[in-house]
């Protein structure tokens, strides 16, 4: 069964830093992409950022150049440097992995193609 774990999350002000971790287990993913993705009450979940296999990141534009995604394939991990934390960073943010290979930037950057997900990790940023 494959699980995704993260880990990390919590309670910062507005310019902080915090670090998410996911483990997976269950399968190895060195071949397909692992992301992040957010959601806030009341909103829909959204992209935060992908890494591909080979190490090509895509970010939202809310997060460019704050957040920087990166993953150790070994270990089949995958994290999220999170700096200059917003308010409007707060959300439940969810670890998801692709099922197979995806070299479509649409589809490594799309909610529904993610096949296995976490359970999520609360990050509150207070102003």
């Known amino acids: 069964q494959v699980q995704l774990v993260e880990s990390g999350g919590g309670s910062v002000e507005a310019g902080g830093s915090l670090r998410l971790s996911c483990v997976a287990s269950?399968?190895?993913?060195?071949?397909?992409?692992m992301g992040w993705f957010r959601q806030a009450p009341g909103k829909e979940r959204e992209f935060v950022a992908t890494?591909?296999?080979?190490?090509?990141?895509y970010y939202a534009s809310s997060v460019k150049g704050r957040f920087t995604i990166s993953r150790n394939s070994p270990q089949n991990t995958v994290s999220l440097q999170m700096n200059s934390l917003k308010a409007d960073d707060t959300a439940v943010y969810y670890c998801?992995?692709?099922?197979?290979?995806?070299?479509?930037?649409?589809?490594?950057?799309?909610?529904?193609?993610?096949?296995?997900w976490g359970q999520g990790t609360q990050v509150t940023v207070s102003s």
């Open positions: 998801a992995a692709k099922q197979r290979p995806e070299a479509s930037r649409r589809r490594l950057t799309t909610r529904g193609t993610f096949a296995y």
């Open positions: 269950g399968r190895t993913f060195t071949s397909s992409a």
């Open positions: 890494i591909t296999s080979g190490g090509t990141a």
